[in-house]
């Protein structure tokens, strides 16, 4: 927890390199999957763009695996939890949704509470760490009232 906390208040060093998105996200997407089949949720990954990030990978990996403690949390046994990677002229789009549980009418309404990532030490962590890679992180739901939590990071021109 410790860690955790530092990471929250203090600046992060990280040690970016450059990576083709997709070969990192199907190293970090590996490691996750086995975490979601723990959790008795599956878990799938769609590519519909790829673009060279700056990425410190292993801290990448934990604001990852944060999100889908996240959502395995607000998922049931069998369901499953989906990673869309698209892009924007700017910024590599990464969604993460799940299909299990409609949220609850007090959820959807905290999505939109800025609080919302404070009040959610393991989202808090990992939007940390994706703003240190000058990245943005969000929560929405869907048209069906279930999860998203969206990702985008800056491209390397």
Do not use: W
Not at 69 to 90: K, V, W
Not at 97 to 114: A, F, H, I, R, T
Not at 141 to 152: A, D, G, Q, T, V
């Amino acid at each position: 927890i410790r860690a955790h906390t530092d990471y929250l208040y203090k600046k992060i060093s990280l040690k970016t390199h450059i990576f083709y998105a997709e070969n990192v996200l199907n190293d970090v997407f590996h490691l996750i999957a086995g975490y979601a089949e723990l959790r008795k949720v599956k878990f799938f990954k769609r590519y519909e763009a790829n673009a060279s990030i700056y990425l410190d990978k292993i801290l990448f990996y934990q604001a990852c695996l944060q999100i889908i403690r996240f959502l395995c949390d607000h998922t049931e046994n069998g369901d499953s939890i989906f990673a869309i990677i698209g892009r924007t002229e700017d910024n590599l789009v990464l969604n993460f949704q799940n299909n299990g549980l409609v949220l609850s009418e007090e959820l959807l309404q905290s999505l939109n509470d800025p609080s919302f990532f404070s009040a959610n030490l393991d989202l808090n962590f990992a939007k940390k760490i994706i703003s240190e890679h000058g990245g943005t992180m969000f929560a929405e739901y869907n048209s069906e009232k279930r999860m998203c939590i969206k990702l985008m990071l800056p491209i390397v021109k």
